[in-house]
């Protein structure tokens, strides 16, 4: 009698990843990111408001917030891959370069790991910056709930 193992996927709206699976996302940055991250988390760093302090501090120009950065993240596995219903359980990031007001930033997630047992992926996570330069780089693991259809 063999023993089957329950689909951990069922009732997931974009259904199982595969491992390879690739999603991207682009958006530009803007003073208004700046202000929102404010208003949400009381981070008032002068490095984001300060022109002249940000331009002669090591960064060379005003930068936006790390959770600026790595919101793009979010976007990607909620929305694109996996998609709809997901969360991150756990991250592991560097942020490498720090990301200018009024740069276009891309978003990566590529599938590394799928379990089959739950919905569960492990993935690689990047941000670069117009140049291509990596800004923010590292693995993240996330969960898929399956929501309702309608």
């Given at each position: 009698?063999?023993?089957?193992?329950?689909?951990?996927?069922?009732?997931?709206?974009?259904?199982?990843?595969?491992?390879?699976?690739?999603?991207?996302?682009?958006?530009?940055?803007?003073?208004?990111?700046?202000e929102?991250?404010?208003?949400?988390?009381?981070?008032?760093?002068p490095l984001?408001?300060?022109?002249e302090?940000?331009?002669?501090?090591?960064?060379?120009?005003?930068?936006?917030?790390?959770?600026?950065?790595?919101?793009i993240?979010?976007?990607?596995?909620?929305?694109?891959?996996?998609?709809?219903?997901?969360?991150?359980?756990?991250?592991?990031?560097?942020?490498v370069?720090?990301?200018?007001?009024?740069?276009?930033?891309?978003?990566?997630?590529?599938?590394?790991?799928?379990?089959?047992?739950?919905?569960?992926?492990k993935?690689?996570?990047?941000?670069r910056?117009?140049?291509?330069?990596?800004?923010?780089s590292?693995?993240?693991?996330?969960?898929?709930?399956?929501?309702?259809?309608?």
């Open positions: 009698m063999s023993e089957s193992k329950p689909d951990g996927w069922a009732g997931v709206i974009k259904g199982k990843p595969k491992v390879g699976d690739v999603a991207e996302r682009s958006r530009r940055t803007g003073m208004k990111d700046i929102a991250f404010t208003e949400m988390t009381g981070d008032r760093n984001h408001y300060d022109r302090l940000a331009e002669a501090s090591i960064f060379g120009k005003l930068i936006v917030q790390g959770g600026v950065t790595s919101g993240l979010n976007a990607l596995v909620a929305e694109d891959l996996p998609g709809p219903g997901t969360v991150f359980l756990g991250v592991e990031w560097k942020f370069k720090a990301v200018g007001v009024d740069e276009t930033i891309t978003g990566r997630v590529e599938i590394k790991e799928v379990r089959d047992d739950k919905p569960i992926c993935v690689e996570t990047s941000v910056n117009e140049a291509g330069e990596i800004c923010l590292g693995t993240a693991t996330v969960y898929t709930v399956a929501l309702a259809n309608g």
